[in-house]
């Protein structure tokens, strides 16, 4: 809890100044050196911030969500290896807090009850954005834990074991994302959806839900779920470090260095690959935008899960050669896996077919808009955006400006107007005196 809290507390940091150099500002540089002091702020300020409760909202719901993401947050580190086997305090013992045959399913049923934390969250504040935000989340978390489950299951046939140790053991001479890199990269993909990171943060979409789930929180309430989100970064990374990148294991030192991997060493090596991880989220965050919702679950159900489904069935076939044959199968494992990424790649740069819905009304027999003709978004009693070739009629400001000008008039006119005007006045004035 220690190492987490504090690892939070130096990523928000690093963070804000690697998003400035990014962007070409400085970032937090001014509440002392380097702008540390500035964090210490944030904290005080959350601390110290009025706490509000909503009147219609489920009380003990609302304050139970929170805890709950922050809970389960805190729970995935106790089954991830730090490293080998140390003294400690003249006692011998894994840098590991504990570890099971089906350590790896005990991470995936905490990540899904992580989950109720955002539903609960957004459902009993009884508000529509929260709402929204926290039927988004759901979707989103649930479709990106399939894909990214399907690609944990590889590392399972491959190492033969669920134990995270176990895992890390078996990448000793050659680490899982090379030599199963399509399920490295449907992981990569899969946690940065999982944690509602840019640019798949659509839970959150400021311009749309206005913060998601967490509108209606404040003070520790939000910092809890603030707490949460940043936790999560590390629970992903430290997942793909155990899963993928050999653990705490070093494979180039430990090729010329015997001591690389006994005693205290790998620990270190281990926080460096948790902190690249860490610096590839922070990465994408500066440098891609935010994705369409529809674009995004479409990535999820109609490529990773099913280029997942395909390639966990290629290496349990793999599997089973090995043990019909007793041999190693890495090397045929990483052809399979060359030429599969080059697939991969090729279908998702495809262009894709016209959508059956777009074919639907010419089916039906339907009238369909001839391109460059003006259309009427409300025509079915709600605004519906254009599709491609329609035009929406310009707007009335438009309308405005397209129409010609007043006549200008001259001085002669001038005067004449202003001598109508004034015997205008001059009867009125005999009218009301009558």
Known sequence: ????????????????????????????????????????????????????????????????????????????????????????????????????????????????????????????????????????????????ELSMSLSILTVFLASGTMSTSGIVSAQERLWWAVAMIPS???????????VNRLPFDLPEAEGELVAGHMVEYSSMKFAWYYLGEYINMFNVSAVCTTL????????????????????????????????????????????????????FMKLGWKFLIPVSLVWFVLVAIVQGYRAFSGGSTQGLLLVLAAIFLVAMVILLVLPEGRDEEEEAPAAAGESITVPGEEWDAFAGGFPVPPLP?????????????????????????????????????????????D
């Not at 998003?19 to 005080?44: E, F, K, Y």
């Not at 490295?184 to 999982?194: A, D, K, T, W």
């Open 1 to 144: 809890m220690v190492f987490l809290i504090l690892s939070v507390i130096v990523a928000i940091w690093a963070e804000r100044r690697i998003l400035g150099r990014m962007q070409t500002r400085p970032g937090p540089n001014v509440n002392g050196p380097l702008g540390l002091p500035q964090l210490i702020a944030d904290a005080v300020k959350l601390i110290m911030k009025e706490d509000f409760w909503l009147k219609g909202a489920e009380s003990f719901i609302y304050l139970l969500a929170p805890i709950i993401t922050a809970f389960s947050s805190f729970m995935i580190y106790a089954v991830i290896p730090f490293g080998p086997q140390v003294s400690m305090f003249g006692h011998s013992t894994p840098l590991q807090l504990t570890d099971f045959p089906v350590a790896i399913l005990y991470v995936l049923a905490i990540t899904g009850f992580g989950v109720y934390g955002i539903i609960l969250g957004g459902w009993s504040t009884h508000s529509t954005y929260p709402l929204f935000g926290a039927v988004r989340s759901a979707a989103q978390v649930i479709s990106y």
């Open 244 to 295: 993928f990148l050999g653990g705490w294991r070093s494979f180039i030192l430990g090729s010329f260095w015997d001591g690389a991997n006994s005693g205290w060493w790998p620990m270190l090596w281990f926080i460096i690959k948790v902190w690249c991880v860490m610096f590839f989220m922070i990465w994408t965050r500066g440098t891609l935008v935010r994705i369409r919702y529809d674009h």
């Open 184 to 194: 490295f990269l449907i992981y990569v993909v899969s946690m940065v959806g999982e």
């Open 389 to 433: 070739g329609q035009k929406l009629p310009p707007s009335p400001r438009a309308r405005r400006a397209a129409q010609p000008a007043a006549p200008v008039l001259d001085a002669a006119s001038d005067v004449s107007l202003a001598t109508a005007a004034t015997d205008l006045d001059v009867t009125a004035q005999e009218g009301t005196d």
